[in-house]
């Protein structure tokens, strides 16, 4: 190739760069983002189905409804996020007529509104509609204002949620390394696996099994591990254990606290699915309806352990 080929086309490329930097420095120049500098302690939304309330308690804890429940920390996150930094990508009406509203879902029986509130005093008000026809962003209008702007994010997804949706799941964590002994108490079995000493080092040991079980410490490992964090595929609504078959009894031990789980049972609706099982803890409040694979993680068959 000439060498007057090879700098016209190395020419073509530096000003197809520059112009792609162009472009993408003229996008994002065009993206107004608000910020939302003040201090805030209350969220609350009215959407097309319930009020939902947010608090900071005292220790710095969100948390959700007059109950108080803890917040799912990822779906609240994100709400933060969208609260924090409204990104407007255009302004594309001003809503001052009903008409105009109502192509925007901005209408009284279609809006989202979200108060932020510092005590009594608001301090951020989103008034959310319809998404876009892509679906990615949403038209909202700020505060006071009339202004209809698009902003990148579905915010209408985000805020037609629920308060057992933004309730987290979480039923106890623990730290593996605490852990001291799990014991798993069955209608017809009952055996432990322990962390003892030996010499210098800590093994497990498996008591209430046939015969002597030499534990291979890197499946006891991981199955321990496997107990850190217990979360419920959701809450029992009225708090009460439907009548059911008992499966077992877990008891975890660290040196601190014992906690144990009462798993309960019930066939599948619709046959060929999973039963329904359903648990109480010791160290929470609520009931609630487990994955069967956290049933699985309690029904562990104690020989799996052997080495």
Known sequence: MKLRKKLLLAGCGIL?????????ASSNNSIKTLKLEKDFNTIEIQNLTEKIVINKQADGKWTVSEKQYDVNEAEFDSILEALQ????????????????????D??????????????????????????????????????????????????NSLFS????????????????????SIQITKADSDWTLSKVQDGETFVWQLTGVP??????????????????????????????????????TCTVKTNAETVTFDV??????????????F????????????PSYTFSRFSKDPSTFAK
């Not at 309960?264 to 099982?277: M, R, V």
């Open 16 to 24: 197809f760069v520059i112009a792609l930097f162009q472009c993408v």
């Open 85 to 104: 930094n409204i990104q407007l990508l255009e302004k594309v009406a001003t809503a001052n007529s009903d008409l105009a509203k109502e192509k925007y």
């Open 106 to 155: 901005l209408a009284e029986g279609k809006v989202i509104t979200v108060l932020v509130k510092n005590g009594e005093e608001v301090v951020r008000t989103v008034k959310v509609g319809k998404a876009s026809s892509t679906n990615f962003q949403t038209y909202i209008t700020v505060d006071d204002s009339n202004d209809v702007y698009l902003v990148n994010r579905n915010m």
């Open 161 to 180: 949620t629920t308060t057992e949706d933004l309730r987290s799941k979480i039923i106890k964590e623990f730290k593996a390394e605490d852990i001291t």
């Open 211 to 248: 015969g002597s079980i030499d534990v291979d410490s890197e499946k006891a490992d991981a199955w321990v591990k496997s107990f850190e964090t217990f979360v419920a595929s959701s809450w029992i609504a009225d708090n009460k254990l439907p009548q059911a078959t008992k499966e077992l």
């Open 264 to 277: 309960y049972s019930n066939p599948p609706e619709i046959e060929g699915e999973n039963p329904q099982y």
């Open 279 to 290: 648990g109480s803890c010791s160290a929470c409040e609520y009931v609630f309806n487990l």
